[in-house]
């Protein structure tokens, strides 16, 4: 049997979370030794990744949100070391989770550290990894404008009254895309280079991508003569819509050139650039996920 010991990554805001502190215990009660370290500002995850690896650690959890899961994610790859990652997914959207079929809540999230660890793959782009979607264009400036305060009050429902918000600022970018077998250039609303499937609150722009199948998903949502509906469409993650106006593709790599520059949000990371290339790194961690989630390939 696998060694029962961990280290959760908690970030520091979670820190009196009274569920959090249940989930703990439970896991303790059943075996586990479990350790806990607190993030309290920028670099800290990442030095705690290191610090945990070095300690022996076979298992480490991301507390927090989609943000702390990538910096957690991209320092564990980095170290090219074989402990696994489980997941407590603690923010506002919790993407990355929702889309997995992780648990929200603390005690059923932490009893996954019981299944086994799957292979999964990270994105890459510009020498930083992400495990869940790079989006750029307007939605993803809704997520960098949204308040915290109203995520903490209204949750992924923030996200969609910013944007509503933020309509009169609405313009396309033109872009240039390339990859395997796909080309396409025009003038683009939204973009989704997906390892996961959504971002931004539950808006779904990659619906068909797995974490396991050495591919990114591209999603890109051009610009259309019905700019109000499209929009409409997009803030409220409604994809069945938003198939009939996009472009999509899988590829191991791609690359974009946007001559006036490219905002990208990168599981909450900024990054811009007026030509960037992703690339898939396909089983580049292990992770704890649920069995038949959606989106490994077993699940088909």
């Known amino acids: 049997m696998a060694e029962r010991k961990a280290l959760l990554i908690l970030h520091g805001?979670?820190?009196?979370?009274?569920?959090?502190?249940?989930?703990?215990?439970?896991?303790?009660?059943?075996?586990?030794?479990?350790?806990?370290?607190?993030?309290?500002?920028?670099?800290?995850?990442?030095?705690?990744?290191?610090?945990?690896?070095?300690?022996?650690?076979?298992?480490?959890?991301?507390?927090?949100?989609?943000?702390?899961?990538?910096?957690?994610?991209?320092?564990?790859?980095?170290?090219?070391?074989?402990?696994s990652l489980a997941l407590l997914p603690l923010g506002t959207a919790n993407d990355f989770a929702r889309a997995a079929g992780v648990p929200l809540l603390p005690g059923e999230a932490l009893a996954l550290l019981d299944e086994p660890s799957q292979s999964i793959d990270l994105g890459e782009v510009d020498g930083q990894l992400f495990l869940n979607m790079a989006t750029g264009g307007f939605g993803s400036r809704i997520t960098a404008n949204?308040?915290?305060?109203?995520?903490?009050?209204?949750?992924?429902?923030?996200?969609?009254?910013?944007?509503l918000t933020r309509f009169s600022e609405v313009h396309s970018a033109f872009g240039r895309f390339r990859g395997p077998g796909f080309t396409w250039e025009g003038e683009f609303l939204a973009l989704g280079i997906g390892n996961g499937r959504?971002?931004?609150?539950?808006?779904?722009?990659?619906?068909?991508?797995?974490?396991?199948?050495?591919?990114?998903?591209?999603?890109?949502?051009?610009?259309?003569?019905?700019?109000?509906?499209?929009?409409?469409?997009?803030?409220?993650?409604?994809?069945?819509?938003?198939?009939?106006?996009s472009l999509s593709a899988r590829l191991p790599w791609v690359e974009v050139e946007a001559a006036e520059g490219l905002d990208i949000n990168l599981d909450?990371?900024?990054?811009?650039?007026?030509?960037?290339?992703?690339?898939?790194?396909?089983?580049?961690?292990?992770?704890?996920?649920?069995?038949?989630?959606?989106?490994?390939?077993?699940a088909d």
């Open 198 to 245: 959504q971002a931004g609150g539950g808006h779904v722009l990659c619906p068909q991508a797995r974490v396991d199948d050495g591919l990114l998903d591209i999603c890109i949502v051009p610009a259309s003569p019905d700019l109000v509906g499209t929009l409409g469409t997009l803030l409220s993650g409604g994809i069945l819509g938003l198939e009939s106006v």
């Open 268 to 298: 909450g990371e900024p990054l811009e650039s007026k030509h960037l290339r992703f690339t898939a790194r396909p089983a580049a961690l292990r992770m704890h996920l649920p069995a038949g989630s959606p989106l490994l390939r077993a």
């Open 146 to 163: 949204t308040s915290e305060e109203l995520k903490k009050l209204l949750g992924g429902a923030a996200y969609f009254l910013t944007g």
């Open 13 to 83: 805001k979670q820190a009196l979370n009274e569920e959090v502190r249940a989930a703990v215990l439970a896991r303790r009660e059943a075996g586990w030794e479990l350790a806990v370290r607190l993030t309290w500002e920028a670099g800290d995850a990442a030095r705690l990744v290191d610090e945990a690896l070095a300690a022996g650690y076979p298992t480490l959890i991301a507390g927090g949100g989609d943000g702390t899961l990538r910096e957690i994610a991209e320092a564990m790859a980095l170290s090219a070391a074989q402990a």
